[in-house]
C-alpha cells in the first residue's frame, strides 16, 4: 500500500515546487496532509494551487505531506485527508479528533465530497490570512 501511493505523492511534490517554490514568505507555513492512496490527493494539491493564486498567494508554495501510520496521525489531530493546514491549523477544523488515518468527507451543495469546494477553501485560506 505504502509503496504505491508514495510516487503519488512524490510527483504532487514535484509540480508544486514547479509551479511555485517551496518557500514560506517568513510568514505562513502551507500544507496539504494526505494519506497513503488517498484519492482526493491529486484534485487537492491543484485545488489549493488554484485557491492560493486565486487569492492573490500565486508565489506561495505548500509542502505535501503523507501521514502513514496511526501514531503520526494522532500526533498531529489528523481529521482526514486530505486536510488543508495553515501554521499548524487546519482550515476546516474537526473539533476533539482524536486523529487516525481516514479518508475525509467534506459536506458540499453537490453532498458529500473528498474536497472542499473552491469557495470554501478560497474562504478557509482568506479568513485564516485576516487572523495573523
Given amino acids: 500500500m505504502f509503496g504505491r501511493s508514495l510516487p503519488i505523492v512524490a510527483g504532487l511534490v514535484y509540480r508544486i515546487c514547479r509551479r511555485a517554490s517551496v518557500k514560506h514568505n517568513g510568514r505562513v507555513h502551507i500544507e496539504l496532509l494526505v494519506i497513503p492512496d488517498c484519492p482526493g490527493a491529486e484534485k487537492a494539491s491543484t485545488l489549493l494551487r488554484t485557491a492560493l493564486d486565486d487569492i492573490g498567494l500565486a508565489e506561495t508554495g505548500f509542502s505535501v505531506g503523507l501521514i502513514d501510520s496511526n501514531e503520526a496521525a494522532k500526533g498531529r489531530r489528523f481529521a482526514g485527508s486530505p486536510a488543508f493546514v495553515v501554521d499548524g491549523t487546519d482550515l476546516f477544523n474537526a473539533e476533539g479528533s482524536p486523529g487516525s ?9 453537490d453532498g458529500p465530497r473528498n474536497v472542499p469546494t473552491f469557495p470554501d477553501l478560497r474562504q478557509a485560506l482568506k479568513r485564516r490570512a485576516a487572523t495573523d
Fill in 101 to 109: 488515518m481516514a479518508c475525509r468527507v467534506y459536506l458540499t451543495p
